[in-house]
């Protein structure tokens, strides 16, 4: 018999903090603000907190920086770092060390000013890049735009529909980066050329930021604050680091990941109400719902096409704006945790998917080299 995570762990608490400001504020700061929301969210104190999961750009041990700074000395900890997913991943390890008796409550935290500084801080350039001149990772992702639309017959009206979507989901959240900045398809495929055919309007913000969840068992979670939001099912999957070693450039590891997860939700997509993705540009959305299982492989732009998507659609993608128009400090994976619990909740005011039980939401790291499925649900879905 196959032992199983679904229910063992809760999200409790969410947090976030200085989305697209020029505060100055480090790092830390940010890393430190979200924390102290989150645990507000969750009726926590700090020194109920003995296990640490997180990291910044910035930090070669981000952990211990962390508990140093916030003044926690951990039962537990882990800093495992595949980018953009990092969060979902740890999110998992959470509950499993939770599960055994490491520790009773997790923060996951992450802080950045890519905003203001406009550095990433990553040290290490892939091979082949570096002798090829590819400043990754806006090349790689342009290169799989360009194989979907060749390959598939994708047309970057389709593709302008993501970006379209995003802004319209922005539009109600209060804290979205861009609410007040309508666009239309036009203006997407009229935007400057970034990378071709990569145009500005399909590349995420670059924000400063900080966001933290907090995570505790299932029985603990039920004397808490906040009404909880279970992990169901989860699974990561990597295939490459390097974009040469894609087998396929319009395939990626998602298609491993979210098939086990759903498998360990015991659920089907049928079953999803709301879709939380990492959009670090608009063609990981449409490759995304394609590995996914939403849509066959070279539909996902006419699955996303006439507002499916967006708004009143038939899938609720991104409902926070996403990583085009919410935010994106650097490493978008935790908003998409964060918003998915908001849905799960009922708590997300003008965005609300109304009914909302079931919530997946996806991590992406580095050029579509690691992705992470998490599947959450309510009370209800156990």
């Known amino acids: ?173 209060p804290d979205a980066v861009m609410r007040d900045k309508p666009i239309s398809v036009e203006d997407v495929v009229n935007s400057p050329l970034i990378s071709t055919p990569i145009r500005a309007l399909d590349c995420c913000l670059m924000t400063d930021g900080g966001a933290a969840i907090i995570v505790t068992s299932a029985e603990k979670a039920k004397d808490l604050k906040q009404k909880p939001v279970y992990m169901l099912g989860s699974a990561g999957a990597h295939w490459h680091r390097e974009l040469q070693e894609m087998e396929d450039l319009t395939v990626t590891p998602a298609k491993e990941s979210a098939a086990r997860a759903f498998a360990n939700a015991g659920i089907s997509k049928s079953d999803v109400d709301v879709v939380q993705l990492y959009d670090a540009f608009t063609i990981n959305t449409i490759m995304f719902l394609e590995d996914m299982g939403f849509c066959e492989k070279g539909e996902g732009g006419a699955f996303v096409a006439e507002g499916r998507i967006a708004p009143g659609g038939e899938l609720p993608v991104n409902t926070n704006g996403g990583g085009l128009s919410f935010a994106h400090p650097g490493k ?31 991590g992406n790291g580095c050029v579509f080299s690691h992705e992470f499925t998490t599947v959450l649900g309510t009370e209800a879905t156990l």
């Not at 055994?100 to 040290?123: H, K, Q, W």
């Not at 998409?336 to 849905?343: D, K, R, S, V």
């Open 1 to 173: 018999m196959t032992y199983t995570l679904k229910g063992k762990g809760a999200i409790v608490g969410v947090g976030y903090d200085g989305l697209g400001s020029r505060l100055k504020r480090s790092p830390m700061d940010h890393m430190a603000n979200a924390t102290f929301k989150a645990l507000e969210d969750a009726g926590l104190e700090l020194s109920d907190i003995d296990g640490i999961c997180g990291g910044t750009f910035y930090h070669m041990f981000p952990t211990l920086v962390m508990a140093e700074y916030l003044g926690i000395r951990p039962k537990w900890s882990n800093s495992d770092q595949t980018g953009g997913s990092s969060f979902l991943s740890h999110l998992q390890e959470a509950v499993m060390a939770i599960e055994a008796g490491l520790c009773s409550t997790v923060l996951i935290a992450y802080g950045s000013n890519v905003g203001a500084v406009r550095n990433f801080g990553i040290l290490d350039t892939p091979t082949y890049d570096g002798i090829y001149g590819n400043d990754q990772p806006l090349p790689g992702y342009a290169m799989a735009m360009g194989r979907h639309m060749h390959q598939y017959g994708t047309t970057r009206e389709q593709i302008a529909e993501v970006a379209v979507a995003a802004r319209q989901w922005a539009a109600l959240h």
């Open 332 to 362: 978008y994976g935790m908003f998409t945790l964060i918003e998915a619990t908001e849905q799960l909740r009922g708590s997300a005011g003008d965005r609300q998917v109304q009914g909302a039980e079931i919530a997946v939401a996806h």
